[in-house]
């Protein structure tokens, strides 16, 4: 069955098809949603604890990109419980839930009162099973007599049915009762594997079935009971869980367990100490061990997998606190860089991963993303973490294992990537299933001319430029490591040459920016986007028009108070609503803050800085998401919700720890045993950063930086090994 054949598309609002991988959104969601994840499975269900009982949520439980458990609810004789409260741990490792009985009738007669039962769920994911502890405590003077019943099923669709793809033919579903606390669902899919969920209670139901169990309870005053259920996804038949406690313990561990690597962060501000707890809570759940190393899943719920783009960049923001990501990131990718030419996949020999899934439609060929190479962007960004990651830490070892691929990576870049031999690198998906744009901004309708023209490729676009300029001096470093001198050479002249084609190219001096792209026929798109500064990330700018970018960028047409829009608001295709033409991304602003600080603009950082710090204030956990709409700040009103965005998101969850190192101008010269900070500043809502434990090789520091209005402070806390500490202000270097 061919993806064509399998897969209804939309229309768009200018008629033409949608990418049939568009997210739906059909409805407001009627209760919050929640999120907990464990290695290659995540839960998303609503602020009751339940899965699929409430409108507008794409809930479940999800396990290597299949839904293993689409219901799950808790009734008392029959009603809906009422809501107390609803949290999820700081560490992102339990959900509590806490609940009480509504009224009961029978014959018309009140038998329990609102109120007298307190029904706690308390819920996690560990190893690819859900645990449930339903406590009940009766908390009135007189013995209560009640049924508890949970409902639950699955669909076991597919993560791309579950975002709005619809499929002609689905495999067989069978449900049966196992045991007196066992039922089994298992799904036979088109892919010819069965997927099976197991679901356990603890004690024995009173009645159990296909759907449902039951059990009667009985509570004196003052007494609490307790069911526990389990839901395990592809558990063998005669495997007994792990006890609630244990696994929960488990649970917290290993989520700690990122963080004893990396150097913590703690300011003179709480609210900005509590976004910076969230967002590493986020990453340490997001951090997935594999094979190669620890890697940052994209992001929750649709995200939740390798993803080459979204790794490499999140590692790169994190690279200075924790360097061990990179080299996860770096291992795996490395590990799955394409070999062969396959159209059906967009892969060419030496090319990055942009994604890979392990469900029945990626299988099946319905989605081309079982290993997906359609990314323009991945392989270059490849080398400049490679690049970046060696200058952190100097790890020759690394290096030398890494290097064939680097060379690979690099013979793409020149070979497949140019692939009109203009010297610059553009993209066009090998097959219509396949992505339209194949930069980070891949909605079919975000690369555009002034006239709102869709842009017809091959695409140049013009980060992708700026990312291969940098990946090319990167490399150049590298083979100069190994004492490949001559390689070294070839890369830096290749670098200066594509700086001097990209200005005479890109270069729009009536915008003072640069173009978004050049289109198939050479043509620029005269489009003021905030890819422009990416390239300021990259370093391929004049230091002159650097200046003017980073002006422009904090214009009004640009900058909403909040952070920088992808796209200007006077531009054709401008929507504050949209996913990429309009919007605000973290991430960008990220990584835009990144590039301003290297160009010397701390002015507009401390601005970029301040906007999304004052935003993470107003979401909900102080959690940055995905994306958030371009509307314009407004006094007393907090920023409006994208509203299907990821949350967490792993690049947004970064995104604080890249502002830090933007505004302390931070860099690390292992050879030379250095940490430097060049001209930093802090933002005027942060007095003191304290960082602890920060390493370089087997040395760590702790220090605090102090704000005296423009200026700053450092005190040296401790030093453990050989290390230094200075502070540089244009070219004057003073040690801490």
Not at 653 to 674: H, I, K, M, V, Y
Request: hydrophobic content about 40%; charged content about 25%; some cysteine.
């Amino acid at each position: 069955m061919t993806a064509e054949s399998a897969l209804e598309t939309t229309k768009g609002p200018d008629g033409f098809s949608e990418a049939p991988f568009y997210i739906t959104a059909r409805g407001q969601s009627s209760r919050a949603r929640r999120t907990l994840k464990h290695g290659d499975a995540f839960l998303v269900l609503d602020s009751y604890g339940d899965i699929g009982a409430s409108a507008g949520g794409q809930d479940g439980l999800f396990h290597c990109d299949t839904r293993f458990l689409s219901y799950l609810e808790v009734v008392i004789d029959g009603l809906q419980p009422l809501l107390l409260g609803s949290n999820v741990r700081d560490d992102n490792s339990l959900l509590t839930v806490e609940l009480t009985n509504p009224d009961i009738f029978a014959d018309g007669e009140l038998v329990l009162r609102k109120d007298t039962v307190h029904i706690t769920r308390n819920i996690f994911v560990w190893r690819g099973t859900l645990y449930q502890r339903l406590s009940l405590k009766n908390y009135g003077d007189r013995p209560v007599n009640f049924r508890a019943t949970i409902y639950f099923g699955s669909d076991f669709a597919d993560i791309f049915e579950v975002r709005g793809m619809r499929r002609q033919q689905r495999g067989v579903v069978n449900r049966r009762v196992a045991g007196p606390d066992k039922v089994v669902m298992t799904y036979l899919g088109l892919d010819g594997q069965a997927r099976r969920s197991t679901v356990m209670f603890d004690p024995a139901p009173t009645e159990i079935g296909t759907n449902s169990a039951s059990h009667q309870i009985t509570l004196q005053p003052d007494e609490e009971k307790a069911v526990f259920l389990t839901v395990g996804c592809d558990q063998a038949i005669d495997e007994r869980p792990s006890r609630f406690l244990a696994g929960f313990l488990a649970v917290r561990r290993e989520l700690r367990a990122p963080g004893r690597a990396a150097a913590t962060v703690e300011t003179s501000n709480v609210l900005f100490n509590e976004i910076l707890c969230q967002s590493m809570a986020d990453m340490s759940m997001l951090l997935t061990d594999t094979p190669e190393g620890q890697y940052p899943y994209a992001g929750i719920p649709w995200f939740s997998t390798t993803f080459g783009r979204d790794g490499l960049i999140t590692a790169i923001m994190l690279l200075w606190a924790n360097p061990r990501i990179a080299r996860g990131v770096l291992r795996r990718l490395a590990r799955y860089q394409a070999k062969i030419e396959d159209p059906a996949s967009d892969a060419q020999p030496g090319k990055i991963l942009h994604e890979m899934r392990g469900g029945e439609m990626a299988a099946l060929g319905e989605v081309p993303f079982a290993r997906y190479y359609g990314s323009v962007d991945s392989t270059p960004l490849f080398l400049v973490l490679l690049g970046r990651y060696v200058a952190r830490t100097n790890d020759m070892e690394t290096l030398r294992e890494l290097w064939p691929a680097a060379e690979a990576a690099l013979a793409w870049i020149d070979q497949y990537g140019d692939m009109d031999g203009d010297g610059f690198v553009e993209y066009f998906r090998a097959t219509d299933d396949g992505l339209a744009n194949q930069g980070w901004k891949d909605s079919d309708d975000s690369i555009f001319h002034a006239d709102g023209r869709l842009a017809r490729g091959p695409l140049a676009l013009c980060e992708v430029q700026g990312y291969v300029y940098e990946a090319k001096r990167r490399a150049a470093h590298c083979a100069r490591l190994l004492g490949e001198h001559e390689r070294a050479r070839q890369l830096d002249e290749q670098a200066t040459q594509l700086a001097e084609r990209f200005e005479a190219a890109f270069w729009l001096p009536e915008l003072e920016t640069y173009a978004l792209a050049l289109d198939g026929d050479k043509q620029p798109c005269r489009v003021r986007s905030s890819n422009a500064g990416h390239l300021l990330f990259s370093g391929i700018v004049r230091p002159d028009r650097g200046a003017m970018v980073a002006r422009e960028l904090l214009r009004p047409r640009f900058f909403s108070g909040w952070g920088i829009r992808t796209i200007a608001k006077d531009e054709a295709r401008y929507n504050p609503m949209s996913y990429h033409n309009g919007s605000i991304w973290p991430h960008d602003n990220a990584m835009i803050a990144m590039g301003l600080a290297q160009y010397g603009a701390k002015d507009e950082v401390e601005r970029v800085f301040r906007g999304l710090a004052d935003a993470a204030t107003y979401m909900e956990l102080r959690r940055l998401p995905e994306l958030f709409c371009g509307f314009q700040r407004s006094k007393g009103r907090g920023p409006t919700l994208y509203p299907v965005a990821c949350a967490p998101q792993a690049w947004a969850s970064a995104t604080p720890f890249a502002l830090l190192e933007a505004a302390l101008g931070l860099e690390f010269d292992p050879q030379a045993r250095e940490i430097r900070m060049r001209n930093p500043r802090l933002p005027e809502f942060l007095d003191e950063v304290t960082i602890r434990d920060l390493r370089l090789g087997d040395a760590s520091v702790d220090f605090v930086v102090r704000r005296h209005g423009t200026d700053v402070s450092v005190q040296l806390l401790r030093g453990g090994g050989n290390v230094r500490v200075s502070v540089v202000f244009d070219g004057k270097a003073e040690t801490a």
